[in-house]
């Protein structure tokens, strides 16, 4: 999980450079990363930094951007039946995005193993953390003028990132009418609606349709998409 790990720290960095143009200070910001880790989670919520804070909208809007862990939890449970629950925490920490997209697969091929699962993903809290550090740091010096980070493109890696880890999860044909949903969902919403909602009306568009796909495919013996 190095090399995954890795490839999140230009968006942690984008992320600390961010985290400073709001206000937050090095400690600040590790205390959020190390506590938090997720990315986009904490991007939506710099959306809504101000002074005071609005805790209501925070604590909505990001529990709007993490619905998509109930999905990912929903399917690494038939996989770890038998955790006690004193190690489950440790399991949610780090169940991130790469982390459970290069585990999933691995548990799907019967080759899973928790101990990479919780070590890779620990692996990335750390690379997260620190690459946040930096950039907040940096942003008082060599990144603070924001032409520059754009330049960089640090403002694009976490979307990069976000469709590096949906290709590895692309399945063949059979996934591309649900894409095509949640995107056609997402972009609508996007339109009419105020604030993140597109993120969960998208998820929630493409994941009931998807669903409804694989069951008419269990129901009538479809094809496999292949």
């Known amino acids: 999980m190095v090399l995954p790990g890795l490839a999140s720290l230009p968006f942690g960095i984008g992320f600390g450079v961010a985290a400073a143009q709001k206000g937050l200070n090095p400690f600040e910001t590790t205390l959020m990363s190390a506590s938090?880790?997720?990315?986009t989670s904490q991007m939506v919520a710099l959306d809504l930094w101000a002074r005071p804070l609005p805790l209501l909208a925070l604590a909505i809007t990001v529990f709007v951007a993490n619905l998509r862990y109930f999905v990912m939890g929903a399917a690494l449970q038939p996989h770890l039946p038998q955790l006690p629950w004193y190690q489950q925490p440790l399991v949610w920490y780090v169940t991130v995005d790469q982390n459970w997209a290069v585990n999933i697969a691995e548990y799907q091929r019967g080759r899973g193993d928790l101990g990479k699962f919780v070590g890779g993903g620990l692996t990335m809290a750390l690379i997260w953390t620190c690459s946040t550090i930096l950039g907040c740091i940096a942003a008082q010096g060599?990144?603070?003028?924001p032409a520059l980070v754009k330049r960089l493109g640090l403002d694009f890696v976490g979307?990069?990132?976000f469709v590096v880890v949906a290709?590895?999860?692309f399945r063949?044909?059979?996934?591309i009418a649900p894409w095509v949903v949640a995107i056609v969902a997402a972009l609508g919403a996007k339109w009419l609606l105020e604030g993140n909602w597109y993120i969960v009306v998208g998820g929630m568009a493409g994941g009931l349709f998807g669903a409804f796909q694989e069951l008419r495919r269990d129901v009538t013996g479809g094809y496999?998409?292949?």
């Open 159 to 161: 979307v990069a990132v």
């Open 36 to 39: 938090v880790m997720a990315g």
């Open 142 to 145: 060599a990144l603070s003028d």
């Open 224 to 226: 496999d998409g292949r």
């Open 167 to 169: 290709a590895m999860l």
């Open 172 to 175: 063949g044909r059979r996934d």
